[in-house]
């Protein structure tokens, strides 16, 4: 019969992995940057290019007529990385726009402690054909988002889907995963 191990050594066994799991959540912003840079995958844009790129898709969007005959629904999602300490949600949980249409939303950000954080919100989008044909004009997530202790923020997006979105296209989910990017010389020691 084998040996059941003690419960010091199950404590010790999750403690460390509890570390290691709580480490690599404050360790994917930049793996993600990592990764992008090793495989070629452009995930950042230079401030001016994103200018340029915004006034480029919203002088197309205004020219584009919207698809009346469509209806698109949008829902929007809002999750905190582990352990991120701010209240964030989005302000309209849907809207439902017509091809071709701009719109905009925005989503409420709160810093639940009493200690200036910086947040990088970073999206994800389903299903994947929608995303070459939803165009963001302007988005909190282009620039990190700084708080003070306890302040808020409604930080906007602008948004327009193209009129070639494809027809088996009815609802899209637009998700913001919001991660703690404060410089480790701002971080406090809460104790």
């Known amino acids: 019969m084998a040996k059941q191990p003690s419960h010091r050594t199950i404590i010790i066994i999750g403690s460390i992995a509890a570390a290691v799991m709580f480490s690599f959540s404050f360790a994917l912003v930049p793996l993600y940057s990592i990764i992008c840079q090793a495989t070629g ?3 950042s844009v230079p401030a001016e290019e994103w200018r340029q790129q915004n006034s480029a898709v919203a002088i197309a969007a205004a020219k584009q007529t919207s698809d009346k005959t469509r209806t698109v629904e949008v829902q929007f999602v809002a999750i905190n990385n582990l352990g991120m300490p701010w209240k ?5 949980k849907s809207v439902k726009v017509h091809p071709g249409e701009t719109a905009k939303v925005s989503f409420f950000a709160k810093n639940m402690t ?8 970073i999206p994800s989008m389903t299903p994947s054909d929608a ?3 939803f165009h963001k004009i302007q988005c909190f997530c ?3 988002q700084t708080l003070d202790g306890g302040a808020t923020k409604d930080m906007g997006l602008v948004f327009n889907i193209d009129r070639d979105l494809p027809k088996d296209v009815h609802v899209i989910t637009l998700a913001y995963t919001l991660f703690d990017v ?4 701002d971080k406090r020691d809460n104790s």
């Open 41 to 43: 995958i452009s995930t």
């Open 88 to 92: 964030f949600q989005p302000n309209t």
């Open 114 to 121: 009493d200690k200036p954080m910086t947040a990088q919100a």
């Open 131 to 133: 995303i070459s044909h």
């Open 142 to 144: 282009f620039n990190q």
């Open 182 to 185: 404060t410089p480790k010389n």
